[in-house]
């Protein structure tokens, strides 16, 4: 399930994207406990919306109330969080606070519902670190969920788990797992013209468009540009460089190359049981994954584009590299990596990528000089 629309309000939209994090900033400061206040508003046709015991709709809510679904998404949230920055971040208990019949309004005013709310919990500021979530099932913007870079409050009107932790992730700095494609995947003629940038398009994380499940993470680029949990390391040209699967908890899961303006970020990506949605068309191999940040061009496309995933058709390919057997409907295979034995010419940089083996672990590649 793809979520429909997410809209962002970005604070800083001249700021340029910053590859490795700098100094720690006010909401994703590890040394501050990280606080959820969360006021679902009422309808005014609908006064128990939260607290009805009634089967639900849906097979998410039967059995239970959506007041109780609303603290089973938070839960997994907070876990989410605590799990990908390596239980470095900290959360205190949450509060969960219901508006009277009447609170959710059917219109489009973000900020009327954030003063609505902050009234209803009492708050006449939003501390540090606290973060305020507003539920409103009526809010005719037309997302899912707005956020903040950087900001203390966000608001819903789908309030599952997947949009909570992506615009958590946005109060958290992060900006979106993007994607980029070329014409044929002809990634020689890298410009605005051949090639195109998908704000919400890597599959990888829900900084894109995946969605939660138990074991969702994001990408090792994601984690290390914004929280440098782990840090990426820098690669040396020439050198065989050994990276670990993107999920295991080593500190060489991702490295790092910056030539000129752009960065490139390789980390080793392998499908799993646990992959939380499955697209049959996408490669289904162990995988270098290779990220970019910087373009100039790519920038100007969106106003929250984070690190880009480089994907390729293979059909576009001058030969196939994903092998598949003569009976294989697969025609149109969507590589989301580099397999094994490839050779890529790096975009805007005079480098060849070569993977030497992916293991069960970990790979090996190197960038040599074209
Ligand atoms: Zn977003």
Redesign the pocket.
């Known amino acids: 399930m793809k979520r429909i629309l ?3 309000v970005t604070l800083a939209l001249t700021a340029s994207f910053v590859p490795v994090a700098t100094a720690a900033k006010a909401q994703n400061n590890f040394s501050i406990t990280q606080k959820i206040v969360y006021v679902g508003l009422t309808p005014k046709d609908q006064p128990d919306f939260w607290t009805a015991q009634e089967e639900g709709t849906t097979t998410e809510t039967s059995g239970q109330t959506m007041l109780s679904y609303a603290k089973s998404t938070v839960d997994e949230a907070i876990t989410f969080w605590k799990q990908t920055t390596r239980g470095k971040m900290k959360f205190g208990t949450s509060r969960f606070v219901i508006g009277k019949a009447g609170t959710a309004i059917k219109h489009c005013n973000d900020s009327a519902d954030k003063k609505l709310a902050m009234k209803i919990a009492g708050l006449k500021s939003i501390p540090i670190g606290t973060h305020l979530v507003t539920v409103n099932i009526n809010d005719s913007c037309g997302y899912a ?1 707005l ?1 903040e870079q950087g900001g203390n409050s966000l608001l819903l009107k789908s309030f599952g788990t997947t949009t909570l932790i ?2 958590l ?2 109060n958290f700095y992060f900006y ?1 797992s993007s994607l980029l494609t070329c014409d044929k995947s002809d990634f020689t003629k890298f410009n605005a013209t051949n090639c195109s940038v998908e704000e ?1 398009g890597d599959f990888r994380d829900l ?1 894109g468009n995946d969605d939660w499940c138990p074991s969702a993470t994001l990408s090792a680029t994601q984690r290390a540009t914004t929280f440098s949990t782990p840090k990426a390391l820098n690669l040396t040209i020439g050198v065989d460089t050994t990276v670990d699967e993107s999920r295991m908890s080593t500190d060489r899961i991702v490295y790092q190359f910056k030539y000129k303006t752009i960065w490139y970020f390789f980390e080793y990506y392998i499908p799993g049981e646990d992959r939380c949605m499955f697209i049959s068309s996408f490669l289904d191999k162990p995988q270098l994954q290779v990220r970019m940040a910087g373009p100039a061009w790519a920038k100007a496309k969106g106003s ?1 584009i984070g690190p880009m995933l480089i994907q390729r058709r293979d059909a576009d390919l001058p030969m196939s590299v994903v092998n598949l057997g003569p009976d294989s409907l697969e025609a149109n295979m969507v590589l989301t990596g580099f397999l094994e034995g490839e050779q890529f010419q790096l975009p805007g940089a005079p480098y060849v990528l070569t993977v030497k083996s992916t293991g069960t672990t970990s790979a090996v590649f190197t960038l040599t000089k074209s």
Request: no cysteine.
């Open positions: 997410v809209a962002i969920g956020g992506h615009e992730g946005h979106h919400y900084m929250a």
